[in-house]
């Protein structure tokens, strides 16, 4: 496996408290990687160390550059956008603003947003706060998918949305992972059984596995990690 | 109803002073979570030099005093933003150490002044039609108070342009609602730190000037004293809003100007009153956000 990723001892502290410990792994240059773990174990945290969101130590080479020590901007002006949990976007602006102020360099791809994410044409005028929680979302997916990227950080985009807005968001990553390779922090198995290929498995700030998704999720890996069965997945 | 009308417009007047100091206090702590203690230096220096240029210009003439008012905005931008260059960027995301160097500033500024104007407030002249006043349904309106009225107009219509309207404005705008997310979209937030910083120094610059119209004088002291109804101001209208500057502005000042009139000299009172009472009922301010 080629890498477009390589994190070696990664540590992130959030005021002083250690949250990503020692972490070391790999994000292939195609397809999904899911980054898995128990909710508290630092999925999220280990995405915002490698954005340089918070304090963090270690060696994150990226396309071949060291960049954990860059500012975050500068990480993401490489090609590298970001997806947070909770959508994040910019509730006192409209949706057409949400997007504009993401834009970067000089082609942006607009023509993305109307094809995956028609509706936000149509309320591009509508301030995003007030838009709800699935059509947040699609802004927030939005805003990463029009820029050429070569890496995505996302970082449970299903969470708390309604399964038909699920399917939507997760044809989106489907659809943006045949392009870019991404790191995705998700919970719901499904999802992650249909969009990745390698999985690596956190437990206290630590990486504890990592191989192809499909082994992983059919073991009982699964129940010891994620503490549900194979069977609770499918339900 | 004359005494009405005059403490209402009179204290529109006071607060458009306020206003000109209060909205780049609110930007500034929106955008960057920093208290800037130094903002009330930059009005006073700006005060200063508006009117030593303006008196040789003309003293107590109206090209002196727009002159004054054009250099006032101009170092107040200027000071403005080398003081976020040289103090506040190296001190990124170190928000206490922060606010303690624009306290230092504020304090080490005002004996520089001392120093170079002295202790006392110098009387200043002024174009003869200010110090008159205009009928208005019986009440006496002191003019200066229409010339602060329609400086504060324009300037909270050239900002809210500005914010609407730029690049620069988007990025500020969505800065002060979630600055971690805008710097994860790639955007070097820094720049807009100190654009926020020169358009709050050249409004707190020509807030400088027109406080010396108001008061009659120029002292070293001044910027102290209007940060502290500014900072109250602020609260007030909420952190970050600029529009919640504008109306606590108003608010504030006219409160001021009854309570002193009618309720004898207890303004000050009054107004700490309703920044309690405020806090109390909505501790995000009239119009503030809960920041992520």
Not at chain 1, 41 to 68: H, M, P, Q
Not at chain 1, 126 to 150: E, I, K, P, Y
Not at chain 1, 183 to 190: A, I, P, R
Not at chain 2, 179 to 205: E, H, K, S
Request: proline share 2%.
């Amino acid at each position: 496996m080629t890498a477009i990723l390589t994190v070696r001892g990664l540590d992130a502290r959030i005021a002083g408290q250690q949250v990503v410990e020692g972490a070391s792994f790999e994000v292939a240059e195609h397809g999904v990687t899911a980054l898995l773990g128990r909710n508290g174990v630092g999925k999220s945290s280990t995405i915002k160390a490698l954005l340089g969101l918070y304090e963090r130590s270690g060696e994150v080479t990226f396309a071949g550059e060291r960049i954990d020590r860059l500012m975050t901007h500068r990480i993401v002006q490489r090609g590298i956008a970001y997806v947070p949990e909770d959508r994040e976007v910019f509730g006192g602006l409209t949706v057409e603003e949400n997007l504009r102020l993401a834009e970067r360099g000089g082609a942006p791809n607009r023509g993305i947003v109307a094809e995956l994410f028609p509706e936000l044409i149509e309320r591009a005028k509508q301030q995003a706060g007030t838009l709800s929680g699935g059509q947040q979302q699609m802004v927030s997916l939005s805003r990463a998918l029009m820029n050429d990227n070569r890496l995505l950080l996302v970082d449970e985009p299903t969470k708390g949305l309604a399964p038909l807005i699920v399917g939507t968001v997760t044809k989106a990553l489907e659809a943006a992972a045949e392009r870019t390779p991404m790191l995705l922090v998700e919970q719901n198995l499904q999802v992650v059984r249909a969009l990745a290929h390698t999985v690596i498995v956190l437990s206290g700030g630590r990486v504890v596995h990592t191989g192809p998704a499909a082994d992983f999720l059919d073991s009982d890996l699964v129940h010891r990690h994620l503490g549900v069965s194979t069977d609770e997945e499918a339900a | 109803m004359s005494t009405v009308l005059l403490l209402l417009i009179t204290g529109i007047g006071l607060g458009a002073l306020y206003f000109l100091v209060a909205s780049g206090l609110s930007l500034i702590y929106g955008l960057m979570g920093v208290l800037n203690f130094a903002h009330g230096s930059f009005l006073t220096l700006a005060g200063f030099l508006g009117w030593e240029v303006g008196r040789r210009i003309g003293d107590g003439s109206w090209a002196g005093l727009l002159t004054g008012m054009l250099v006032g905005l101009v170092v107040g931008a200027v000071v403005a933003a080398l003081t976020e260059l040289i103090f506040i960027r190296p001190l990124y995301n170190r928000h206490i150490e922060q606010v303690l160097v624009t306290v230092g500033l504020g304090l080490a500024s005002v004996a520089l002044f001392e120093g170079i104007w002295g202790t006392d407030p110098i009387q200043i002249r002024l174009p003869e039609w200010l110090g008159g006043t205009t009928d208005v349904l019986g009440a006496n309106i002191p003019n200066d108070r229409w010339l602060l009225i329609a400086t504060a107009v324009v300037v909270l219509g050239l900002i809210v342009l500005f914010l609407q309207r730029t690049s620069y404005g988007l990025v500020i705008r969505a800065g002060v609602e979630n600055r971690t997310m805008v710097t994860a979209l790639g955007i070097d937030v820094r720049r807009a730190f100190t654009i926020v910083f020169a358009i709050g120094g050249a409004a707190a610059g020509l807030g400088g000037v027109l406080a010396s119209v108001y008061y009659g004088q120029v002292g070293a002291h001044q910027g102290t004293s209007l940060l502290i109804y500014a900072f109250i101001v602020t609260v007030i209208g909420g952190l970050g809003s600029l529009t919640g500057a504008a109306i606590a502005s108003v608010l504030v000042a006219v409160i001021q100007q009854f309570a002193n009139f009618y309720l004898g000299g207890t303004g000050d009172l009054a107004i700490v009153l309703a920044l309690a009472a405020v806090l109390l009922v909505r501790p995000t301010g009239l119009m503030g956000k809960v920041k992520h």
